[in-house]
C-alpha cells in the first residue's frame, strides 16, 4: 500500500476532528438546554429522553456537564495560548534581537521556569492559588509562555546576522520596527506551530489541575472533574468516566494533529 | 571543558538557589491570608496564632527565608503541619514506591517504545503504511490523558476481567496498571524520538560507506548506527526520568499508590503547605541535578563535544 505523500493528511484528520467536534457541541446546545445544576433527586440516572447520558453523582446531566467542560477546556485553552503566544512571542524577539543584559535576564526567567518537571509548576502554583477562572488562566499562562521565548529566540538568533538586518539598521529602521517588521513574519510560523501543539498542551495540563482538584471550583463541570468524580462510580457507571475522557481525548489529538500537520506544511517551505 | 562543566555547576547552583527561593514565595504570592486559607474563614484567632506560629509567619521575612534555608541546608525540608515531624522524614518512607513504579514504568516503556521506533525508521522509505501506522498508534499514545487512561484501565482488567488490583501498592501485581499508564505517553514519545533519530542517522554518508563495503544492514544497525542514534535517544531518557516523578502525582493518586506523588496531593487538600513547598524542592532538585548529569554524560557518550567545546 502506498499513501500519497503530498496531501496533508495530519492536518486535514485534524480539522476534521476539531470541525466535527465543535459541530457536536453546537448541536447539541443548541437543540436542548444546558442543565449543570445539581439536583440530588435524580443522581445517577440511566439515559433517558430527558437525560440522553443520564446524570452524574450531584445529579447533573452528564451531556451538559461535557459539553459545559468541553467549551471551558477549548476557552481556557485559546485564551492561554493566545497570552502565552503574545508575551512569549515578544520576549522572544526581544531577547533574540537585543541580545547582552536584556538576553540573559529574560533567558534566566525562563531557565528558572524550565527548572520544573512537566506540570510541577503549575501544580505548585496552583496549590497555593485560591480556585478560580482567572487564577487558573494565570497558572497556565505563567508556565506556558516559556515554550514560545525560547523558540523564538532561538530563530532570530539565526537571522540576526543576515544582511536584510543590516539592510534595515542602514535607513535606520528603529528597534520595534526591525523586530515586527523584519523579524517577526520570519517566526510566525514557527509560533503558529507551537501554538496549535500548545492548546493541547494546556488543555491537557487544565483538565489535569481540575482532576487534582486545585483548578476550578469542584461544582463547576470540567472534563477533569467528571473523570475524578465518575471515579467513585466505575463499577455501575463506567460511562461518567468514558464519556468525558472519549472527548478529551479527541480534542487533543485534533490539535496533536494539526500542530503535526502545519509542522510539516512549514518545515516543507522553509 | 573544565570551563564549561563550571558553567553548567554554576548555572545548577544559581537554579537550586532561585528555585528554592521561588516555591518560598509562593506563600506570600498567594493573594489574601495564607493563614485564613488553611483554616478558611471564620476560624479562631487562638488556632490562627498557632498556625502563623507553626509556619513561622509571625517572624519578619528575612527571618523566614533564612530558616527555610536553614532547613534546606540540614536536608530536614521543614516541619510537617500534620504530621509534626520532618518533610524528609515523609519523603523517604514514600520515595522507595515512587521510585520503584517510576524505573518499572521506564523500563516497560524502553520495551514499548525500542522495537516500532527502530521498524518505522528502518522501513518507512519501502512500507509507508509500517511508518503511518506507527505515527498513528503514537499519535493516540500522547493523546491520552493518564487521569483517564489509569481509571480505564482500572474498569477493563480490574471490574470486568478481574485480573488486577484496583488500587493499593502491596505486591507485584499491584504495579502493573499503575506502570502501563505512566509508560504510555512516554513510549509514545520516545517511540518518535527512537524513529527520528535513526531515521536522522540512516542518512549519514557512514551508512552509505557501510553499505558499499557490503555490510549487511543488521550490521550496520548494530555496529554503527545504534551508537549514534542512542545520544539524542538517551539524552531524552534522562530528562524523563525526572518528568516521569511529575507523571507519578496523577498516576499514583488514580491507584492510591503511596508515594511521594500522592503525598503531594494529598498534603495540598490537607493544606500542609511546608510538605507542598519540600516535596515540590525535592522533586524539582532531583530533575535539575539529572539534567546536570545528562548534560556531563554527553562527554563520555559522544567524545566529539569535547572537541567542539574546546574549539569555541
Known amino acids: 500500500m502506498k499513501l500519497k505523500t503530498n496531501k496533508n493528511i495530519q492536518l486535514r484528520i485534524g480539522f476534521f476532528l476539531l470541525g466535527t467536534i465543535l459541530l457536536l457541541m453546537i448541536g447539541f446546545s443548541l437543540s436542548r438546554p444546558l442543565v449543570i445544576d445539581i439536583d440530588m433527586a435524580h443522581r445517577l440516572e440511566p439515559s433517558s429522553v430527558k437525560y440522553l447520558l443520564g446524570t452524574d453523582e450531584l445529579g447533573r446531566d452528564l451531556l451538559s456537564c461535557v459539553l459545559y467542560g468541553a467549551g471551558i477546556s477549548l476557552g481556557i485553552g485559546f485564551v492561554v495560548v493566545v497570552i502565552s503566544f503574545l508575551i512569549g512571542g515578544l520576549l522572544g524577539l526581544v531577547s533574540g534581537y537585543s541580545g547582552g543584559a536584556v538576553d540573559t535576564m529574560i533567558m534566566r526567567l525562563v531557565d528558572i521556569l524550565l527548572a520544573f518537571p512537566g506540570i510541577l509548576l503549575a501544580i505548585a502554583l496552583a496549590a497555593f492559588f485560591h480556585r478560580g477562572l482567572l487564577n487558573l488562566i494565570l497558572v497556565l499562562t505563567v508556565t506556558g509562555w516559556v515554550e514560545y521565548a525560547r523558540l523564538v529566540r532561538g530563530e532570530v538568533l539565526k537571522y540576526k546576522q543576515k544582511e536584510f538586518i543590516l539592510a534595515a539598521k542602514t535607513y535606520n529602521a528603529s528597534f520595534f520596527r526591525i523586530i515586527i517588521h523584519h523579524l517577526l513574519p520570519l517566526v510566525l510560523p514557527l509560533l503558529m506551530v507551537q501554538a496549535s501543539l500548545g492548546i493541547s498542551g494546556v488543555i491537557l495540563a487544565e483538565s489535569s489541575l481540575n482532576f487534582l482538584g486545585i483548578g476550578l471550583d469542584p461544582q463547576i463541570p470540567t472534563l477533569g472533574q467528571l473523570i475524578d468524580a465518575g471515579r467513585d462510580h466505575m463499577f455501575d457507571k463506567p460511562g461518567l468516566i468514558v464519556v468525558p475522557g472519549v472527548v478529551l481525548f479527541f480534542i487533543i489529538i485534533a490539535f496533536n494533529f494539526i500542530g503535526e500537520g502545519l509542522r510539516k506544511k512549514f518545515t516543507k517551505k522553509i | ?312
Do not use: C
Open chain 2, 1 to 312: 571543558m573544565r570551563n564549561y562543566i563550571l558553567k553548567r555547576f554554576l548555572l545548577l547552583l544559581f537554579l537550586l538557589v532561585t528555585v528554592s527561593s521561588l516555591v518560598f514565595f509562593l506563600v506570600h504570592l498567594v493573594p489574601g491570608d495564607p493563614v485564613l486559607t488553611i483554616l478558611g474563614e471564620g476560624a479562631s484567632i487562638e488556632d490562627i496564632e498557632r498556625v502563623k506560629q507553626e509556619l513561622n509567619l509571625d517572624k519578619p521575612i528575612i527571618q523566614q527565608y533564612l530558616d527555610f534555608t536553614k532547613n534546606l541546608a540540614d536536608l530536614s525540608f521543614g516541619k510537617s503541619l500534620f504530621t509534626n515531624r520532618a518533610v524528609s522524614r515523609s519523603i523517604l518512607i514514600y520515595l522507595p514506591n515512587t521510585l520503584y513504579l517510576a524505573l518499572a514504568a521506564m523500563l516497560l516503556a524502553l520495551v514499548i517504545s525500542f522495537p516500532p521506533g527502530v521498524w518505522a525508521a528502518l522501513k518507512g522509505d519501502t512500507h509507508r503504511a509500517v511508518d503511518a501506522s506507527v505515527t498513528f498508534l503514537s499519535s493516540v499514545g500522547l493523546a491520552i490523558p493518564n487521569f483517564f487512561l489509569g481509571p480505564l484501565l482500572i474498569i477493563i482488567f480490574s471490574l470486568e476481567l478481574g485480573w488486577l488490583p484496583v488500587s493499593g501498592s502491596e505486591g507485584v501485581e499491584y504495579i502493573i496498571l499503575p506502570a502501563v499508564t505512566l509508560a504510555a505517553s512516554m513510549s509514545a514519545f520516545l517511540t518518535r524520538i527512537i524513529r527520528n533519530s535513526v531515521s536522522m542517522e540512516l542518512q549519514k554518508p557512514y551508512v552509505l560507506l557501510a553499505r558499499a563495503k557490503g555490510l549487511t544492514e543488521f550490521q550496520i544497525f548494530r555496529k554503527h548506527l545504534l551508537k549514534n542514534a542512542m545520544i539524542p535517544i538517551m539524552t531524552v531518557i534522562g530528562l524523563q526520568l525526572g518528568a516521569l516523578l511529575t507523571g507519578t502525582i496523577i498516576t499514583e493518586t488514580i491507584f492510591s499508590w503511596q508515594g511521594i506523588g500522592s503525598l503531594l496531593v494529598t498534603s495540598i487538600h490537607r493544606r500542609d503547605y511546608p510538605m507542598v513547598q519540600g516535596i515540590i524542592v525535592f522533586i524539582t532538585f532531583v530533575y535539575l541535578i539529572l539534567s546536570f548529569l545528562v548534560d556531563l554524560s554527553y562527554f563520555f557518550f559522544d567524545p566529539r563535544t569535547r572537541h567542539e567545546i574546546k574549539n569555541q
